[in-house]
């Protein structure tokens, strides 16, 4: 069985960092891409950003500049670094996971609140 486990969302002031962290675990042959969308309240579930096994990370608009998506390979997580956090950065922030175990599948974490407010 395939797991997503996140840490690491809380509550900060506008302008503070947090990190998020995400780990796979499970029968996983190999992952195609990993990434963290948000939904905050009345909104829909929008990308933060994406990274391949190999190439290129993606990041969307409100992310870019801001926000640094890595990879440790060893370790299946993936990090979320986000810098001069903003109220309208408060969501719930899922990772997910595009991963071969017997097939193509997509999974997804439980989700981590995240709250900027002073």
């Known amino acids: 069985q395939v797991q997503l486990v996140e840490s690491g969302g809380g509550l900060v002031q506008p302008g503070g960092s947090l990190r998020l962290s995400c780990a796979a675990s499970g029968s996983i042959f190999s992952i195609n891409n990993m990434g963290w969308y948000r939904q905050a309240p009345g909104k829909q579930r929008e990308m933060v950003a994406v990274?391949?096994?190999?190439?290129?990370?993606t990041y969307g608009n409100s992310a870019r500049g801001r926000f640094t998506i890595s990879w440790n390979d060893a370790k299946n997580t993936i990090y979320l670094q986000m810098n001069n956090l903003k109220p309208e950065d408060t969501a719930v922030y899922y990772c997910?996971?595009?991963?071969?175990?017997?097939?193509?599948?997509?999974?997804w974490g439980q989700g981590a609140q995240v709250t900027v407010s002073s």
């Open positions: 990274i391949p096994s190999r190439g290129t990370a």
């Open positions: 997910r996971m595009d991963a071969y175990t017997d097939r193509l599948e997509g999974y």
